[in-house]
Nanobody
Framework: QVRLVESGGGSAQAGGRLRLSCVRS????????MAWFRQSPGKEREGVAA???????YFHDSVRGRFTVSLDVYRNTMYLEMNDLKPEDTAMYYC??????????????????????WGQGTQVTVSA
């Protein structure tokens, strides 16, 4: 069982920055793949960024170059640094983990079906 808790969401103006945190707890020893997703009202949940073993593996085209993802193993926390925010980044942001112990980096991307454990989400709102 792995528990994920997001924080750091809020409001920002276009061009601003926010940092999201995802604290993981429980049986995290076999968790190698983690990701950030986001979902806006009326839209499907989409992958934003993913990392495997602490190394970034995937970024959505719309955030590449603006967002970075990292893992602090000692704090058991994954971060999403969001720079140059745009109104279209407005969404609920979710942290997710792939609990399959035999998965490799090839699985670690933006496919929502890969992930078994999800946080409750944190809202990000960007105004023009």
């Amino acid at each position: 069982q792995v528990r994920l808790v997001e924080s750091g969401g809020g409001s920002a103006q276009a061009g601003g920055r926010l940092r999201l945190s995802c604290v993981r707890s429980g049986d995290t020893s076999s968790v190698n793949c983690m990701a950030w997703f986001r979902q806006s009202p009326g839209k499907e949940r989409e992958g934003v960024a993913a990392l495997y073993g602490g190394t970034p593996q995937y970024f959505h085209d719309s955030v590449r170059g603006r967002f970075t993802v990292s893992l602090d193993v000692y704090r058991n926390t994954m971060y999403l640094e969001m720079n140059d925010l745009k109104p279209e980044d407005t969404a609920m942001y979710y942290c997710a983990a792939d609990l399959w112990p035999y998965g490799g980096a090839w699985r670690c991307g933006g496919n929502v079906d890969t992930y078994d454990s999800w946080g409750q989400g944190t809202q990000v709102t960007v105004s023009a």
